[in-house]
Each structure stands twice: as structure tokens, then as C-alpha cells.
């Protein structure tokens, strides 16, 4: 593996989650045209919406107290180029995430679209229900500690949502930022009503935009329901565990561990998992995500975490550990680098093991997370060569469903567009 991180994006893009970066004066990233730094439910998309080399997308940590001692800084150069320095040394160009023109536009009903969905690198994420109930539990939250979610609503992010809301937005971030995928997220309610809350939703931007479909919740104890989330167009679901070990899961999400318990949350990932296709010749848009954090328990459990989450099928989503300002874990140091290159190192190479379908949806980047594919930066070139031809099969994979999928895409924005702009009006 190259060491050295002018040279290699995806160690950079690791180093940036674990360290973080500093924004020197010479760089005002609204004049610039970049994305606002943003408070949203998700928690994570507090930093820098940044681009790096190899086209790598990432959220830069750069409002927390631990990035005051990074020795990243983010600069603009007299030439109006925008560069990562380790103090005075030039690490890597970047560009920042292009802040869409929707952004400062308004709904129907009147609320800016902003506070309704935002982009996380090039997908839309969208929290639309109201704030996740281990947050109102008495005497005390029982909320995972280093959850930010009760903390950011109503700060850039909307309450409840309509679901009209939802089509207007996510219409808008189709016709203007060449949508493919829109993600739901909700926390706990009690009655497990999340999935009944969503539904709704996702079959109205469904119809209306004609995008690929993801959803977060809890996991429902009526796993049938998922293959009829499935049958109404959903494409991916995720079930946040978040720690694999037993003692710490419940030591960190207390609220989960109750309600839920871990078991729970790893048979729903296994059971989703079997409902994609077997056909090696078909690809059907359908994953099970297990997704974990890495940096709240030894590096050795996340990577256990990420060997079982593959070999039932399923696709690792791994968060580096970030700690949010007035989170009960706002004190936790991040992990250090060292920790993390196992991590993402075993999560391509167990994906590629497994022959998972890693990075097959047409531009989806992602910024908060590493995804699979680009942890490729972070094996050694042995490694690389023992899966060339696995990474030739996905290459292929990509091709062709791309071009079926986006020629699909394109046929719906032109059915919608021929049907007088229904859904994407907005004041």
C-alpha cells in the first residue's frame, strides 16, 4: 500500500475522518460556491462537503474540538485553487461539493428545501419523521452516546415533513443535481412504526422521480415486511447495529440494546440479505446493509463485525467514529489511523471475497463513510491482483446495469416532464 498521502486519495480520506481539518482564513466556502456546513439529524454531515483526488467524496470534520489540533488546513491559493496543506507542505488539491441552486429554494408550503433533504456527497438523504424517541425517554434519553440527533432539530433541519415536502425536493434534486438514490433514515418509535411512517414516502418519490430507494430504521420484528418494501421499489436496507460486541453495544446504545437487542438487529441483516437474487447473471438492485462504527470498540471487533456482516450476504457500511459537539461522547478522542487501514482494508477484501456487487449504482458517492470500492486504495498490490478478475467481473456489473438503469431514468424524467412538471413545483 503507497504510504504516503499525497499520493494516496483513500489514505487521505481516512487520515481526514480521523484528524479532521482546519479552514484558513483565505477560504469563505459559501463565496466559493460550496455546500453550507449543516446541522442535520444524521449528525455527521457537520463538515467540510469536499472532493478529493480519484474523485473520492468526503465530509471533512471541521467543527468539533479535536480538529483544532489537526495538522490538515484546508487553503485557498492565489491562483483560486483549493488545496489541503499539512501546515505549509501541499498535500492534495480538492473541490468543494458544488452547493445545488434547490437549496435556497422554497416548497409549495413555504419551507426552504434545505431543511426538507441534503445532499451527502451525490445522494439525497432525508430524515422525515419526527426525532427519534430514545431522546424522550424518562427519567432519562436512553439515545446512543455518540448520537447527535435530538441535539440538531430545528437547527438546519426540518421537523416532520409532508410527504408532497419530500416529492418537491427530491424532483428538484433529480432535475438539478443528476439524482440516482435518496436515503430514509428514521430513529425508534414505539409500536415499530417506522416502516408504516415511510411507506408513504417512498412510494411517492418513488413514482415521482423514478430513483434507486434506501432505508435506515430499527429492525421490524414482522420480517415480511421487507420483502414488501422491496416489492414497492426499495433497493437497499440498513440496519444500524453500530458495535458488534455484546457489552459494549449495550454500554453505547442503551436505547437499542433495550428495545431491540443486538441478535435482533443481525438476524434482520441476514434475513433481507436473502432476498436478493442468486442469479449470477442477473443483478437485482436489492442490498442488505449491516452497518457498524468504527473506533468505539477494538479495531479487531469491527473487523469481526465486517467478516460476519459479509459472509451472510450482506454489504458493511463502516462510519469512522466522529465526536459530535454536545454528544455524551463528545470527550472520546477519535480513532487513529493506524487503527482504521485494518478496518477498510478487510472490508474490501472480505466484499471481494464474497463477490458482493460493491459500488454498482451509477453516481452514488458517498461522503460520510468509505465505501468499499474505495478502501481498494488501502490493501497492498498483491492483494489487488489476487481479486483482478472479481474487480473486472464488478467493472462489467457496472456497465451494463448502469446503462439499463440510467436509460430507464432518463425515460421517466421525460414522462414527468411531458406530464407538465407534476411534483416539482415550488414558490
Same mark, same amino acid.
Given at each position: ?28 466556502? +459559501?463565496?466559493?460556491?460550496?455546500? $453550507? ?27 468539533? $474540538? ?26 492534495? #488539491? ?11 429554494? +422554497? ?31 424518562? #427519567? ?78 430499527? $429492525? ?74 468504527? /473506533? ?26 466522529? #465526536? ?65 478478475? +472479481? ?29 407538465? /412538471? ?6
Amino acid at each position: 500500500m503507497e504510504t504516503d498521502v499525497r499520493n494516496n486519495p483513500g489514505l487521505l480520506k481516512l487520515d481526514l475522518y480521523c484528524k479532521g481539518a482546519r479552514i484558513d482564513d483565505s477560504l469563505m466556502v +459559501k463565496d466559493e460556491g460550496g455546500r $453550507p456546513i449543516l446541522r442535520t439529524r444524521a449528525g455527521l454531515g457537520s463538515g467540510l462537503e469536499a472532493i478529493l483526488p480519484d474523485n473520492l467524496w468526503t465530509n471533512i470534520p471541521t467543527s468539533e $474540538p479535536f480538529t483544532k489540533a489537526s495538522p490538515y488546513v484546508v487553503r485557498r491559493r492565489e491562483d483560486g485553487s483549493i488545496w489541503i496543506d499539512r501546515g505549509k507542505e501541499p498535500i492534495a #488539491p480538492i473541490r468543494l461539493a458544488p452547493r445545488p441552486n434547490w437549496y435556497d429554494r +422554497k416548497t409549495s408550503s413555504g419551507i426552504q428545501m434545505s431543511r426538507v433533504g441534503t445532499l451527502q456527497g451525490t445522494y439525497l438523504g432525508v430524515y422525515p419523521a419526527k426525532v427519534c424517541e430514545y431522546w424522550l425517554e424518562k #427519567p432519562a434519553p436512553t439515545n446512543c452516546r455518540f448520537c447527535s440527533v435530538g441535539l440538531n432539530l430545528g437547527a438546519d433541519d426540518a421537523d416532520e415533513k409532508k410527504v408532497q415536502e419530500v416529492v418537491e425536493v427530491a424532483c428538484a434534486a433529480r432535475e438539478q443535481s443528476d439524482l440516482t438514490y435518496i436515503d430514509f433514515n428514521t430513529g425508534h418509535y414505539e409500536g415499530e412504526t417506522y416502516l408504516d411512517i415511510l411507506e408513504p414516502y417512498i412510494r411517492a418519490v418513488k413514482e415521482a422521480t423514478g430513483c434507486l430507494i434506501g432505508v435506515q430504521t430499527p $429492525p421490524h420484528a414482522d420480517l415480511t415486511r421487507y420483502r414488501d418494501l422491496k416489492a414497492m421499489g426499495v433497493n437497499r436496507v440498513s440496519f444500524c447495529f453500530e458495535i458488534f460486541d455484546p457489552e459494549r453495544f449495550v454500554e453505547v446504545c442503551p436505547g437499542k440494546a433495550e428495545a431491540y437487542g443486538l441478535d435482533r438487529y443481525l438476524a434482520a441483516v441476514e434475513h433481507c440479505a436473502t432476498l436478493a437474487s442468486r442469479n449470477p447473471f442477473k443483478f437485482e438492485p436489492w442490498v442488505s446493509n449491516g452497518e457498524i462504527i468504527a /473506533g468505539l470498540e477494538p479495531y479487531q471487533s469491527s473487523i469481526r463485525a465486517i467478516e460476519w456482516i459479509t459472509s451472510v450476504g450482506a454489504i458493511p457500511t463502516v462510519c469512522v467514529f466522529r #465526536p459530535l459537539t454536545g454528544t455524551d461522547y463528545s470527550d472520546v478522542p477519535p480513532p487513529s489511523l493506524e487503527e482504521m487501514v485494518p478496518v477498510f482494508a478487510s472490508l474490501y477484501e472480505q466484499c471481494m471475497r464474497h463477490g458482493l456487487p460493491i459500488g454498482a449504482a451509477p453516481n452514488v458517492n458517498v461522503s460520510l463513510v468509505m465505501l468499499p470500492w474505495e478502501a481498494r486504495w488501502l490493501v497492498s498490490r498483491k492483494t489487488r491482483r489476487r481479486f483482478r478478475l +472479481k474487480e473486472a467481473r464488478l467493472a462489467l456489473l457496472r456497465r451494463v446495469f448502469a446503462r439499463k438503469f440510467l436509460a430507464d431514468l432518463r425515460r421517466h424524467d421525460e414522462k414527468r416532464r411531458a406530464a407538465a /412538471g407534476v411534483g416539482t413545483k415550488a414558490s
